[in-house]
């Protein structure tokens, strides 16, 4: 049973383009929201993470959005550019020295020039 | 700055063979991890260590063991592979006390079971 819905698994966009991803989860106890980003050969790094008592963060072209009333979360990237093809994951967790993340199961971005 | 470093990168296994996959921090972190990545299923937590001297079960722990062999190492042994296994292994490690300090993961190892 999946905790953490991830959509869509793929997204091709054009350089320049906004894609968006989403994520949904159902456990109300989840307080940590964080976005990995993942290049081919490598580990996921950490993007950008978001608590939920704010509704929107900012990182340069990347901005999670927060909505707690639907249990869902976002990820929107600025004005994308090829660079920023890679495969992202969105994940939750509660609180706690012994953080365990729930994972989605990650989007494919293409961002073609 | 190595942060988490994995080895082997590749590995090549028959069915039945045993092996060790051997992690390392230097970010003197306290708890570490082993996830392993499949096509379609993402991250699944394998063991995981809170601190030297202890192990913990994750997800999908079936097939393998652990240890915390001090602060810096966490190995993965596969004492019989199998194809099943075939998969890229991460490790990563986590400062605990601080409490939103994010995952430093490896670059991974791709193992191939036959």
């Known amino acids: 049973q999946q905790q953490v819905k991830q959509s869509p698994q793929s997204l091709i966009v054009q350089k320049g383009g906004i894609p968006i991803i989403n994520c949904a989860y159902e456990n109300t106890a989840f307080d940590y929201f964080p976005w990995y980003q993942q290049f081919p050969g490598k580990g996921p790094a950490l993007l950008i993470a978001?608590?939920?008592d704010v509704s929107e963060k900012k990182e340069g072209r990347f901005t999670i959005s927060f909505n707690k009333s639907a249990k869902q979360f976002s990820l929107h990237i600025m004005d994308s550019q090829p660079g920023d093809s890679a495969t992202y994951f969105c994940a939750a967790s509660t609180g706690g020295n012994n953080r365990k993340l729930i994972w989605g199961l990650g989007t494919s971005l293409a961002v073609n020039p | 700055n190595a942060g988490v470093t994995q080895t082997p990168k590749f590995q090549v296994l028959k069915t039945g063979q045993s092996m060790t996959l051997q992690c390392a921090q230097d970010m003197n972190h306290n708890s570490m991890y082993w996830y392993r990545q499949d096509p379609g299923m993402g991250l699944r937590l394998i063991y995981y260590?809170?601190?030297?001297?202890?192990?913990d079960k994750g997800e999908v722990p079936n097939g393998y063991n652990v240890s915390r062999l001090n602060k810096r190492e966490f190995s993965l042994r596969l004492e019989s592979a199998a194809p099943s296994q075939t998969s890229v292994y991460f490790c990563?490690?986590?400062?605990?006390?601080?409490?939103?300090?994010?995952?430093?993961f490896g670059n991974g190892t791709r193992l191939t079971v036959t």
């Open positions: 990563a490690s986590r400062l605990t006390g601080s409490e939103n300090s994010p995952l430093h």
């Open positions: 260590s809170a601190s030297e001297g202890t192990t």
């Open positions: 978001i608590r939920p």
